[in-house]
């Protein structure tokens, strides 16, 4: 089926009081997203919108939204909707959590791949 005239296939655009645009598409699974930055030409908007529809397209696409929850508060909250696991599970999924989070701060402020690749080899190891 064609595009309307004046009408984008995927997407749109908007054109910003600043004189900048900013883009919206639905993400796979219906929800509406804005993207994170502007755009000083509709042009640049459009390769942005068309970039990340080929990404979705090619299952490579991942929504910016998941990087915001933090591991710590994700275990907390994942521990908590299981009223059924004993004391001594709660303590060793919060200690493991709890090492494994400063474990990653560490690698990510040092900046070196030998740290990250020693953490890695440590957690494979450990997990059988």
Same mark, same amino acid.
């Given at each position: ?20 645009? @900013? ?5 796979? %699974? ?24 080929? @990404? ?6 991942? %929504? ?22 004993? *004391? ?8 493991? *959590? ?5 474990? @990653? ?13 020693? *953490?890695?080899?440590? %957690? @494979?190891?450990?997990?059988?």
């Amino acid at each position: 089926m064609a595009n309307r005239e004046g009408h984008r296939r995927f997407g749109n655009i908007r054109k910003r009081e600043s004189g900048r645009f @900013q883009i919206r598409y639905p993400g796979p %699974d219906g929800r509406m997203r804005t993207g994170p930055d502007t755009y000083e030409r509709k042009g640049d908007a459009e390769r942005a919108l068309t970039l990340i529809e080929a @990404q979705m397209m090619a299952g490579e696409w991942t %929504d910016p939204d998941r990087g915001k929850v933090k591991l710590a508060d994700y275990a907390a909250t994942w521990i908590a909707e299981r009223p059924g696991l004993r *004391v001594r599970t709660v303590d060793l999924y919060t200690w493991r *959590v709890t090492l494994l989070a400063s474990r @990653q701060a560490h690698c990510a402020l040092s900046g070196r791949d030998a740290d990250r690749k020693a *953490v890695h080899a440590n %957690d @494979q190891e450990m997990a059988g």
